[in-house]
């Protein structure tokens, strides 16, 4: 069955420049992932640009990326590096000749050393530092930009840095997460105006991660209950009074017994409970239906899918999951869901965080060791989609 999507929806893939660039001086340069690399060489993609460049225009016409903070800027408040801004400019102005459109993201987990040292996000005062950070890149990004996300993920961000320790500081307070919320949402609004004055018609928004948490049995009623509220309400509220839009991003079924289940913690036990899974999450693609609803009932606002995939090594599973999460996104347009468009994570390999460059989500295959890319048969599969505004489900 073919599925066509309306004129006005958009199609792209997704990086994060911690992710594919060689570590500046940031809070993640050195970490050692589960899988035993470390972050600093990640995927070249600053030598590549030109390369990378021809698969992000095979792949949609928007690309949603970010710059490394900690390169364009040493010191608070200082003028970014003029090497580093044509660097980022050119890039910027290639694609936008190719037709490509940027979706800029500010901030993206990642602190430079010298706003991390100072407390990162847990000082109030450091807010004024991001502030100027995102003026600047207001100022020499701007005219290449057709959309922002403020931040990504910061319920995503709170929780990992600041509640469960996976993240740099590593901390795990409940009333630190929150408060890093409180100071990241504070930044949003003043950013968010600040966007809006210089481009009023541009539109503002973040990227909100979603799951779908479930309880297993009894035990598991009351964590599963508490981390939806948290996760999706309690951290969206410091970024909901100023959005054009929601950026969702969705990929995990996660069950509790009372503690979460993930093949990450636990390998094999998704399989013994019934659950599909990809190599991290269980996988159940209808959570993503479920989340669309909640987002347009509560808050009326346009949507759109700022990240979705799945974990895996085989590209043939992700051209399933495609199908599935496509599947949803046409029927919620169909239910009157107000759906921009869709954003695939991810372009290429790359070091996903604190796990490493081999849980893989791209669509362009990296070898962990050369670096050298691959078109893989889901990148040709998304590429049929772009080009035709549909998918064969």
């Not at 994060?16 to 050692?32: C, L, M, P």
């Not at 030598?47 to 949603?64: A, K, P, Q, T």
């Not at 993206?108 to 890149?137: I, M």
Request: hydrophobic residues 40%; proline residues 5%.
């Amino acid at each position: 069955m073919l599925l066509q999507f309306p004129d006005y929806f958009f199609w792209g893939t997704s990086t994060a420049a911690t992710q594919v660039e060689t570590a500046g001086d940031h809070n993640w340069k050195g970490v050692r992932a589960r899988d035993g690399y470390l972050l600093d060489r990640t995927t070249d993609h600053e030598r590549r640009r030109e390369e990378d460049l021809e698969y992000i225009c095979r792949l949609g016409n928007v690309y949603r990326c970010s710059v490394d903070w900690a390169r364009l800027q040493n010191a608070p408040f200082k003028a970014f590096d003029e090497a580093v801004i044509d660097e980022y400019q050119s890039f910027f102005s290639k694609l936008n000749e190719r037709g490509v459109k940027v979706m800029f993201v500010i901030h993206h987990f990642t602190n430079p050393l010298w706003f991390e040292k100072a407390g990162g996000w847990l000082v109030e005062e450091n807010v004024s530092a991001f502030v100027d950070y995102a003026r600047q890149c207001i100022e020499h990004f701007g005219p290449y930009v057709f959309n922002w996300n403020t931040f990504n993920e910061p319920n995503v961000y709170a929780m990992n840095a600041h509640m469960l320790g996976n993240f740099p500081p590593y901390h795990r307070s409940w009333a630190e997460a929150n408060k890093v919320l409180l100071h990241m949402g504070i930044a949003h609004e003043v950013v968010y105006e600040m966007i809006k004055t210089h481009y009023p018609n541009i539109p503002v928004g973040i990227s909100f991660n979603t799951a779908w948490f479930d309880a297993a049995n009894s035990w598991g009623r009351l964590p599963a209950v508490f981390t939806d509220w948290w996760f999706h309400r309690k951290a969206a509220e410091p970024f909901s009074k100023k959005l054009d839009y929601w950026g969702l991003s969705y990929y995990a079924y996660v069950p509790f017994n009372p503690k979460p289940i993930t093949e990450l913690d636990h390998p094999g036990k998704l399989s013994k409970m019934g659950i599909p899974h990809d190599n991290m999450w269980g996988y159940r693609p209808e959570g993503l239906a479920r989340i669309l609803r909640q987002f347009h009932n509560k808050y009326k606002k346009p949507i759109v899918i700022t990240e979705n995939g799945i974990c895996t090594d085989d590209p043939h599973r992700r051209i399933q999951s495609i199908r599935d999460y496509l599947k949803i996104c046409h029927q919620a347009i169909k239910e009157g869901i107000d759906l921009h468009g869709y954003i695939h994570w991810s372009t290429w390999d790359n070091f996903e965080w604190h796990l490493g460059p081999t849980y893989r989500f791209g669509l362009v295959h990296v070898n962990v060791f050369t670096k050298e890319r691959t078109m893989t048969a889901a990148g040709e599969f998304y590429e049929q989609i772009v080009q035709n505004n549909s998918v064969d489900v």
